[in-house]
Antibody, heavy 123, light 106 residues
């Protein structure tokens, strides 16, 4: 069974860079059939897509975050990572990693999600 | 930027039909999907694309998408269906989520 597990610091200071890693088990991140993504959810609020990556390195980012986001993949460790720079209190959220099956170019959904990790931005 | 609009909340009695709508410009020309999220849990895919149920999702869940509106319908709603529901679509290389609908079963 596929599992995704987020890891990283639970507390980040304002203006610093948030860094998280998603470890994939039970499947290969190098499969051409999938993209891997990050979604966040501020406490009590809705879902916001951050970006997605294919093992080949192709990325898609939320335009509202694009200037501050970098998503990368490490196929040797079966992991992909998120870096979000210049964070503010608005970045306090549960961060989820998820898998997107690449069924068709305009068919986009996430079929497996990690349990999420809470990141608090505070000094 | 593309936007998806959902009602903030919906209440139904057990056994009744719940219809959760998601509105967006010509949404019917795109693929819509739906997630269920219970308190303290990760989202779960319950409908994609438009009308297909993932394995393990009960048959009482169905979907449609036409014109500017996608609809998630829960027939014979049960107490276990109480949750937040989010629609999602893909537009201009961007994943867009609706704001979510809190379904209360009482």
């Amino acid at each position: 069974q596929l599992q995704l597990q987020e890891s990283g610091p639970g507390l980040v200071k304002p203006s610093e860079t948030l860094s998280l890693t998603c470890t994939v088990s039970g499947g290969s991140i190098s499969s051409s059939s999938y993209y891997w993504g990050w979604v966040r959810q501020p406490p009590g609020k809705g879902l916001e897509w951050i970006g997605s990556i294919h093992y080949s390195g192709r990325t898609y980012y939320n335009p509202s975050l694009k200037s501050r986001v970098t998503i990368s993949v490490d196929t040797s460790k079966n992991q992909f990572s998120l870096k979000l720079s210049s964070v503010t209190a608005a970045g306090t959220a549960i961060y989820y990693c998820a898998r997107r099956p690449g069924v068709a170019a305009d068919l986009y959904f996430f079929d497996f999600w990690g349990q999420g990790t809470l990141v608090t931005v505070s000094s | 930027s593309y936007e998806l609009t959902q009602p903030h909340s919906l209440s139904v009695s057990p056994g009744q039909t719940a219809s959760i709508t998601c509105s967006g410009d010509i949404l019917g020309d795109k693929y819509a999907c739906w997630y269920q999220q219970k308190p303290g849990q990760s989202p779960v895919l319950v409908m994609y694309p438009d009308t297909k149920r993932p394995s393990g999702i009960p048959e009482r869940f169905s979907g449609s998408n036409s014109g500017n509106t996608a609809t998630l319908t829960i027939s014979g709603t049960q107490a276990m269906d109480e949750a937040d529901y989010y629609c999602q679509a893909w537009d201009s290389s961007t994943v867009v989520f609706g704001g979510g609908t809190k379904l209360t079963v009482l």
